[in-house]
Nanobody, 115 residues
Framework: QVQLVESGGGLVQPGGSLRLSCAAS????????MGWYRQAPGKQRELVAT???????NYADSVKGRFTISRDNAKNTVYLQMNFLKPEDTAVYYC?????????WGQGTQVTVSS
């Protein structure tokens, strides 16, 4: 089984930056997709960014050019670098680890963008 631990959430001013981390422990497969999703109050969970084991990335239109997903292979950790943050980015952010067999979710971390 796989456990995901998120960190890095918090309060940031509009235009600021924040980096989220998601560390995976347990059995890590060679082929997988890691991603970030977010859920704002009253909204459904939405995809933010994904990164496959071969290095391919994908971003939601709303964050393209501002957010960057990356990974540290040695630490089995995926990051979400968020720049030029907007109040609309306020949400609970969840990391996801997907294999051919199962999806795993982190516990979520709150990101609040406010003055």
């Amino acid at each position: 089984q796989v456990q995901l631990v998120e960190s890095g959430g918090g309060l940031v001013q509009p235009g600021g930056s924040l980096r989220l981390s998601c560390a995976a422990s347990g059995s890590i497969f060679s082929i997988y997709v890691m991603g970030w999703y977010r859920q704002a109050p009253g909204k459904q969970r939405e995809l933010v960014a994904t990164r496959t084991s071969d290095g391919s990335t994908n971003y939601a239109d709303s964050v393209k050019g501002r957010f960057t997903i990356s990974r540290d292979n040695a630490k089995n950790t995926v990051y979400l670098q968020m720049n030029f943050l907007k109040p609309e980015d306020t949400a609970v952010y969840y990391c996801k680890y997907a294999t051919m067999r199962h999806d795993y979710w982190g516990q979520g971390t709150q990101v609040t963008v406010s003055s």
